[in-house]
C-alpha cells in the first residue's frame, strides 16, 4: 500500500467530504470503473481552483489532471453542485432562525480581466475601464448563492436583469419578492424585467455629502461574496475559454466556503 500523500491546505477534512460525497457520489462506492478515490478527484479539483493552478499543472500526488477535469465535467453536468448549493443554503438559513427560501435578494456583477485563453469573447467595461467579463451574481441577505451567469464586460447591468430574476425564482420557488441593488440597476428598464417576474427593485443610493468607504446597507453582502471569491486564484481573472466554465468554478468555490461554514453547524443541528 502506498504511503499517504502530505496534505496540501485546499484539501477536503473529513467532515466537509462527510456532507458533500453523497451529492459527488454519481456511481456506488464499489464500482468497477473507479481507478481513483472520489475524494482525491475532488481535492484535485479544489486544489486547481484554491491555488489558480491551470489543469496540466496538477501535482504528481493527486489524480492526473484529466481525471480531475472530466469528472468535474461530469459532477457539474448532472448539477451536484447546484444541489449542494441549494440544501447548504436551507440549511444555514433555517440554523440562523431565517425561513428555508429567501424573501429577498441582492444583485450586483463583478468585472474580472481577460486572459489570452479568454480575448476573444471579451467586452469592455468603460466605467471599470476593463476588457474582459462581468459576473451577475444573486445572493440572499446572509450572502448564500441563488444565481449567476456571465457575459462580455461591456454588457448593460439592466439589461441582465431579466435573466437574473428568472434565475432567482427557479431557484427559490417564487418566494423572492424584493432584490437590493446598486445604481447601476436604476431606470424603468430593470425596474420592469424584475417586476415581470414578482420581483421589486430598491436602489440603495450612496450618500453624496459623504466621502471614502460606505458600508451600504444590504449592498455589503454581495460585496462580501466577490470578495471572497478572490480567495481563489482561478478565479481572479478570466483564464477559460467557455464563459460557462468560469459561473461553474465560482459555484465550486461558493460551495466549498458554505461548506466549512455548515459543518461547523452539524453539532449544534
Keep these: 500500500m502506498m504511503d499517504p500523500r502530505k496534505s496540501y491546505p485546499s484539501d477536503v477534512c473529513d467532515e466537509e467530504w462527510a456532507l458533500v460525497a453523497p451529492y459527488l457520489s454519481l456511481l456506488p462506492e464499489e464500482s468497477g470503473q473507479r481507478t481513483h478515490r472520489l475524494r482525491e478527484v475532488f481535492n484535485g479539483l479544489r486544489y486547481s481552483v484554491r491555488s489558480g493552478a491551470a489543469w496540466r499543472l496538477m501535482p504528481n500526488d493527486l489524480p492526473p489532471w484529466a481525471v480531475v477535469y472530466q469528472q468535474a465535467g461530469r459532477w457539474l453536468r448532472a448539477g451536484c453542485f447546484e444541489a449542494l448549493a441549494e440544501d447548504m443554503r436551507t440549511l444555514l438559513r433555517l440554523a440562523e432562525g431565517r425561513t428555508a427560501q429567501p424573501t429577498a435578494a441582492i444583485i450586483d456583477s463583478r468585472t474580472l480581466r481577460s486572459t489570452p485563453e479568454s480575448g476573444a469573447r471579451a467586452g469592455y467595461d468603460g466605467a471599470k ?21 456571465v457575459t462580455p464586460a461591456n454588457a448593460d447591468d439592466r439589461a441582465e436583469v ?15 419578492e424584493l432584490a437590493f ?23 440603495i443610493k450612496l450618500d453624496e455629502a459623504k466621502r471614502g468607504f460606505i458600508l451600504l446597507p444590504r449592498r455589503w453582502v454581495v460585496e462580501r461574496s466577490f470578495a471572497w471569491a478572490t480567495r481563489f486564484r482561478r478565479l481572479v481573472k478570466d483564464y477559460k475559454r467557455c464563459a460557462q466554465t468560469l459561473a461553474d468554478l465560482h459555484l465550486v468555490a461558493f460551495v466549498c ?6 459543518i461547523q453547524l452539524a453539532p449544534s443541528s
Aim: hydrophobic share 45%.
Design 257 to 262: 466556503l458554505r461548506a466549512a461554514k455548515a
Design 129 to 149: 475601464r476593463k476588457k474582459g467579463f462581468k459576473l451577475h451574481l444573486a445572493v440572499d441577505t446572509l450572502g448564500l448563492f441563488l444565481a449567476m451567469h
Design 162 to 176: 431579466g435573466r437574473r430574476a428568472k434565475a432567482i425564482q427557479a431557484a427559490t420557488d417564487e418566494k423572492v
Design 181 to 203: 441593488v446598486d445604481q447601476g440597476y436604476t431606470g424603468e428598464k430593470a425596474a420592469k424585467a424584475a417586476k415581470e417576474h414578482g420581483i421589486q427593485l430598491q436602489v
